[in-house]
């Protein structure tokens, strides 16, 4: 089964590409679910998330309708000392029961910043981070490309854990296009290929104000087809969100695979 969706879903940028433009912000993800089967939360990366908040869009989307939800920072970028891991790690996991324990949590996205390379400490943490989520499905981003290699996705795969594959420009110790599965989670998020601003931008967004031509999503639908042979589930989330761009790409490998949409397989 293949699902595809974007990283996120509320923006304003979306209101006349994507969404109708008179469209009230909270009737996006009702319009949202009605075309794609699965979205990638991202805001909790920034803030961790409330049981409420989580329980609130469950109530949005129809019965079969998935989350994949990133791991706040606090878990990712900025891990402190012992006990304060331990209560982050907690109160995202409660924060994350709704969705669960209802049967809709794709996954938890656990996206590692450039400088968390291999290592010893790295590999100790990874498996610190499954063990800390009790059970969650999870899936691994690593940005750095030294981690790219057998031994990681041996790693990976002994340790429970899946691994994100990436589309993003191809510049020097960035991930490459690899397509990959280690658990029965594929993974696949695509970021656009701006190299230009990868680096240098003035605005986040910048990084990712890119729109794939159908030609270069063409490229992954025999690597796609590959690791949904080798997986309960494949998840395809494209996070160029700028004007709405991820929308109309996700749109696009729909037709590409030829999916219908929501619960397509």
């Known amino acids: 089964m293949i699902l595809i969706g974007t990283a996120g879903f509320s923006y304003a940028d979306w209101k006349g590409e ?3 433009a008179d469209v009230k912000d909270r009737d996006m993800l009702q319009y949202y679910a009605e075309r794609f089967p699965v979205v990638e939360i991202d805001f909790t990366y920034y803030r961790l998330p409330t049981s409420r908040g989580m329980a609130g869009m469950v109530g949005k989307t129809p019965a079969g309708f998935e989350f994949c939800v990133k791991a706040y920072k606090g878990m990712t970028h900025e891990a402190g000392e012992t006990e304060e891991r331990r209560q982050t790690f907690q109160a995202f996991r409660e924060a994350l ?11 938890v996205l656990a996206q590692f910043p450039w400088s968390f390379r291999p ?14 989520l009790d059970g969650l499905p999870t899936v691994v981003e690593f ?7 057998e031994e990681t996705f041996g790693f990976l795969r002994r340790a429970g854990l899946g691994f994100c594959c990436v589309d993003e420009p191809a510049l020097r110790g960035l991930m490459p296009r690899v397509a990959r599965a280690t658990s029965d989670l594929a993974y696949v998020r695509f970021h656009g290929r701006n190299a230009a601003k990868w680096w240098r931008h003035d605005e986040a967004w910048e990084r990712y104000n890119y729109l794939y031509t159908e030609e270069q999503l063409g490229e992954w ?11 309960k589930k494949t998840y395809v989330l494209y996070n160029n969100c700028h004007a709405g761009h991820a929308a109309r790409n996700a749109k696009m490998m729909q037709t ?10």
Do not use: T
């Not at 029961?97 to 996954?107: E, I, K, Q, T, Y």
């Not at 290592?119 to 800390?132: C, V």
């Not at 940005?143 to 290699?149: D, I």
């Not at 025999?222 to 080798?230: D, T, V």
């Open 18 to 20: 994507f969404y109708p």
């Open 143 to 149: 940005r750095n490309s030294e981690w790219v290699g």
């Open 256 to 265: 590409l695979l030829d999916l219908d949409g929501p619960g397509s397989d």
């Open 119 to 132: 290592s010893p400490e790295s590999l100790a943490y990874l498996e610190e981070f499954r063990d800390r």
């Open 221 to 231: 639908v025999p690597k796609l087809r590959a690791l949904e042979a080798e997986s």
């Open 97 to 107: 029961a709704p969705v669960a324990d209802g049967g809709r949590l794709g996954c």
